[in-house]
């Protein structure tokens, strides 16, 4: 007979909110004047890949302790805690992992949270970031549970490459047929995530442009970055955003399009004879985050203000400890002041420069405000 062991909630962990004042209002902003708008919530730390930027296999080898389940939000806690959220600003909901498909059920958890409007009555875009190897057998049930939209990762076109890249042995085809999926069942518009590596596969680049290019999807490249520090951001493995455009716009010539929000962290460039668009986003030589809207709740219930924060803020021992009410868990958000990327800042100046004369030299023959 098997026993189900729950943490007990450590009362210490809990923030102390006494004395603030949480009344939604819709719009909630931190110390720099940034509202709350966009909640990427993990749902599990496992995944089926070991790519070479994330879940190295050396670290997360056969030995390596993952959460128990009863350690991860249950999706009723997901839930409470993500209408709090909403109730003041949050627009967008993003399911991520780990690998999001792995959690059991997910679309349990999609159905509660597509029932969410915001304070004036709209349905929220809900959305979830995949690796794709489950998308072609889930991308129905997946849009008939209330998801909008997926984001598929994939590095490379070229199968062996790819197989080296995620270290799992997944075949790319696959990944291919889960996004054909993806589009069949209407989560569109889909978008595809290529992390840039330099020397790894930045001559996949233009392939994979020529391979999305008329297809409906918008392939965006990623700046190879470390989340974890562990390459002390090392910009030799680092090609600038700069120049994967001037790569594309030698094949395939680009104008810059307007952003379609001021916190998008991807920048917009659209291919001359109307096939479509592509986005960069230049997580290590363009900060983003003086726009920065975004906050992350971690599959064990912590709140991350941002990406490189170190620790967070429990708010699984808040709701495990009994409390009736957990709005005002969201006034950590007013006090706010996040800009790492913003302060840690060297060697921007050059890259900005060149972005900047690349931005003119494209937007010559196509009349259209520069971002």
């Known amino acids: 007979m098997s026993r189900?062991?729950?943490?007990?909630?450590?009362?210490?962990?809990?923030?102390?909110?006494?004395?603030?004042?949480?009344?939604?209002?819709?719009?909630?902003?931190?110390?720099?004047?940034?509202?709350l708008r966009d909640l990427r919530i993990s749902v599990t730390d496992r995944c089926n890949f070991r790519c070479v930027y994330c879940m190295?296999?050396?670290?997360?080898?056969?030995?390596?302790?993952f959460l128990p389940h009863a350690a991860l939000l249950s999706f009723e806690e997901i839930e409470r805690l993500a209408r709090v959220f909403v109730a003041h600003g949050v627009e967008k909901i993003r399911l991520?992992?780990?690998e999001p498909l792995l959690r059991k059920n997910i679309e349990f958890l999609i159905e509660r949270l597509a029932m969410l409007r915001t304070p004036e009555g709209r349905p929220?875009?809900?959305?979830?970031?995949?690796?794709?190897?489950?998308?072609?057998?889930?991308?129905?049930s997946l849009k008939d549970a209330g998801l909008a939209r997926v984001t598929v990762s994939l590095d490379a076109l070229d199968d062996a490459l790819f197989r080296r890249m995620n270290d799992a042995d997944f075949a790319v085809g696959d990944v291919l047929a889960g996004i054909e999926a993806a589009q069949a069942a209407g989560l569109e518009p889909l978008k595809v995530n290529?992390?840039?590596?330099?020397?790894?596969?930045?001559?996949e680049i233009v392939p994979m442009a020529r391979h999305f290019k008329g297809s409906g999807v918008v392939l965006r490249f990623i700046e190879y970055m470390d989340?974890?520090?562990?390459?002390?951001?090392?910009?030799?493995?680092?090609?600038?955003?700069v120049q994967v455009v001037e790569l594309i716009d030698a094949h395939f010539p680009l104008a810059p399009l307007?952003?379609?929000?001021?916190?998008?962290?991807?920048?917009?460039?659209?291919?001359?004879?109307?096939?479509?668009?592509?986005?960069?986003?230049?997580?290590?030589?363009?900060?983003?985050?003086?726009?920065?809207?975004r906050v992350r709740l971690s599959m064990e219930g912590k709140l991350y203000l941002c990406l490189f924060a170190s620790s967070g803020h429990d708010l699984?021992?808040?709701?495990?400890?009994?409390?009736?009410?957990?709005?005002?868990a969201i006034a950590i958000w007013q006090a706010r002041g996040d800009r790492y990327s913003q302060l840690r800042g060297s060697g921007r100046t050059r890259s900005a420069a060149r972005r900047d004369v690349v931005y003119r030299r494209l937007s010559a023959a196509w009349p259209l405000p520069l971002l």
Request: proline letters at 4%; aromatic letters at 6%.
């Open 4 to 35: 189900c062991i729950i943490p007990v909630a450590d009362i210490s962990a809990i923030p102390d909110f006494s004395g603030v004042s949480a009344s939604p209002s819709g719009l909630l902003t931190d110390t720099l004047a940034r509202p």
């Open 56 to 65: 190295l296999r050396e670290v997360f080898d056969k030995h390596y302790q």
């Open 96 to 98: 991520t992992g780990g």
């Open 124 to 140: 929220l875009d809900l959305t979830l970031t995949t690796n794709g190897s489950l998308l072609a057998r889930k991308a129905r």
């Open 194 to 203: 290529m992390v840039v590596k330099r020397g790894t596969n930045d001559q």
């Open 227 to 241: 989340v974890g520090a562990s390459n002390g951001w090392n910009m030799s493995e680092v090609l600038p955003s």
């Open 258 to 293: 307007d952003a379609h929000s001021a916190a998008e962290t991807a920048q917009h460039w659209g291919y001359r004879d109307g096939s479509g668009e592509i986005g960069v986003i230049s997580s290590v030589t363009r900060a983003f985050c003086g726009d920065c809207t």
């Open 316 to 328: 699984r021992a808040l709701i495990r400890s009994g409390a009736t009410d957990v709005a005002t």
